[in-house]
């Protein structure tokens, strides 16, 4: 993840005894609303996807992050089936969270002999090694930067997604409490490097456009749903206010911070701003008053870049150096018109 308002209400709790949460089938790419590429960026893969037939003869690995995590299996659907649409001689790897799993992932494709790489493995100081371990062939990098063989990064405009973000949770603080409130609490991964620090950085820059930031928490290794419940739980008890702002990397940060207001009787106390709208909190951004905004970021259609971006490489031709997805403000006043599927509150 490297580069790098209006708001109210989602997201919830889905799951949260579960480390991960599963995902819910992917979005068929035509029910996408329209948006366009985050400001600055050049893709020119966004709206038209892969060609039929267009990978033929060329074969390219894939390491996920860990489909286990929603928003990765949407980025995993999505990129097999452009694959199967371009006829790319396709191999897919699943590094499970873990930089041990991608390394053998990446030993994996060198034996098979693809020649380009689709790379989410998470941790992004690994990176040489796994580059290295796979030839340092041609790479584009999924939100999280993959120097030395990174030629593209395609994903989220990191700094731009955390602002408007920032931007949403603190008008709203500004609007309700005229900035006073008890914490702002930032889950953060800083093993993602600098997606981290770009995409938390612009939920610290947005939110500061209308409040100063008080009494700042991070807690970090809270990017998923088990380790944010158990840091959250540990820090509730220290805040006895009952305007906690809580912003997070992605949405299994917020779904653990959930689930710890509600063990500890501290649902009213905490107030939430999150980034990736995957659809296992759809239902929460519709019927959740304390879920401020959330920012989309489409994962469902991120095959649509990487397959043609990568088949174009492998044609020896030049790509944008930063392929961008999507990103759109959501909240309870919009996400039924972006995502008709999400379920009723009462059901």
């Given at each position: 993840m490297d580069q790098t308002r209006r708001s109210r209400r989602w997201m919830a709790l889905v799951a949260v005894g579960a480390t991960l949460v599963v995902a819910a089938p992917v979005v068929a790419q035509d029910s996408s609303p329209e948006a366009s590429p985050a400001a600055g960026a050049v893709n020119p893969y966004f709206e038209t996807g892969a060609v039929e037939g267009s990978g033929a003869g060329k074969k390219i690995g894939y390491i996920s992050l860990g489909d286990s995590v929603p928003?990765?299996?949407?980025?995993?659907?999505?990129i097999a089936e452009q694959a199967a649409l371009a006829g790319v001689d396709y191999t897919f790897c699943d590094s499970k969270i873990d930089a041990a799993e991608a390394l053998a992932c990446a030993q994996q494709f060198k034996v098979q002999g693809v020649q380009g790489v689709l790379n989410f493995q998470v941790d992004q100081a690994?990176?040489?090694?796994?580059?290295?371990a796979y030839g340092n062939l041609p790479t584009i990098a999924i939100d999280i930067v993959q120097p030395p063989c990174q030629v593209s990064f395609m994903g989220a405009n990191n700094h731009e997604a955390g602002r408007l973000a920032?931007?949403?949770?603190g008008q709203y603080a500004k609007d309700s409490w005229n900035c006073e409130y008890t914490a702002y609490v930032s889950l953060e991964s800083t093993a993602a490097g600098d997606a981290n620090a770009a995409r938390m950085g612009g939920f610290r820059d947005g939110f500061q456009e209308s409040c100063p930031l008080i009494n700042e928490q991070v807690l970090d290794g809270a990017d998923?749903?088990?380790?944010?419940l158990e840091k959250v739980s540990s820090l509730l008890p220290t805040l006895t206010g009952n305007r906690i702002v809580v912003v997070a990397i992605n949405e299994d940060g917020i779904l653990g911070a959930i689930g710890a207001a509600r063990t500890l009787g501290r649902e009213a106390d905490l107030f939430y701003a999150g980034q990736g709208t995957d659809p296992s909190i759809w239902k929460d951004v519709?019927?959740?008053?304390?879920?401020?905004?959330s920012v989309a970021y489409f994962p469902e259609r991120y095959g649509r870049t990487l397959i043609p971006a990568m088949i174009?490489?492998?044609?020896?031709?030049?790509?944008?150096?930063?392929?961008?997805?999507?990103?759109?403000?959501?909240n309870a006043s919009n996400i039924r018109d972006i995502y008709p599927e999400t379920p009723a509150c009462d059901a």
């Open positions: 928003f990765v299996k949407l980025v995993s659907d999505g690994s990176s040489p090694n796994i580059c290295e920032g931007a949403a949770i998923r749903t088990d380790p944010a519709a019927c959740n008053p304390q879920y401020i905004a174009d490489i492998l044609d020896g031709k030049a790509i944008p150096t930063e392929l961008f997805t999507a990103h759109q403000v959501v």
